[in-house]
């Protein structure tokens, strides 16, 4: 079993930055697809960037140039570096873990930019 712990959201005014933080232990595979997806209110949760445990990451456009994903080189920790921040950026972001046919999926956090 896997288990995703998030940690770093938070409200923010526009223009802002926050960086999330996402923690997998357990029987974590080596080899795996860590990321983050969000969900913004009234609308179905959509992709934001991945990153494979050989380096491959996949950004949404919507956030290109302004997220960057990273993560432990030797570790199941990952990171979203999330600059410029927008008022559509607000949503409850999840971190995901993919290996094989199996999915986990953290308890979410919430990511508020307002003015």
């Known amino acids: 079993q896997v288990r995703l712990v998030e940690s770093g959201g938070g409200s923010v005014q526009p223009g802002g930055s926050l960086r999330l933080t996402c923690a997998a232990s357990g029987r974590v595979p080596s080899i795996n697809v860590m990321g983050w997806y969000r969900q913004p209110p009234g609308k179905q949760r959509e992709l934001v960037a991945t990153?494979?445990?050989?380096?491959?990451?996949n950004i949404t456009d919507s956030v290109k140039g302004r997220f960057t994903i990273s993560r432990e080189r030797h570790g199941n920790t990952v990171y979203l570096q999330m600059n410029s921040l927008k008022p559509e950026d607000t949503a409850i972001y999840y971190c995901h873990l993919r290996w094989s046919s199996l999915h986990y999926w953290g308890q979410g956090t919430q990511v508020t930019v307002s003015s």
């Open positions: 990153l494979t445990s050989l380096g491959y990451t």
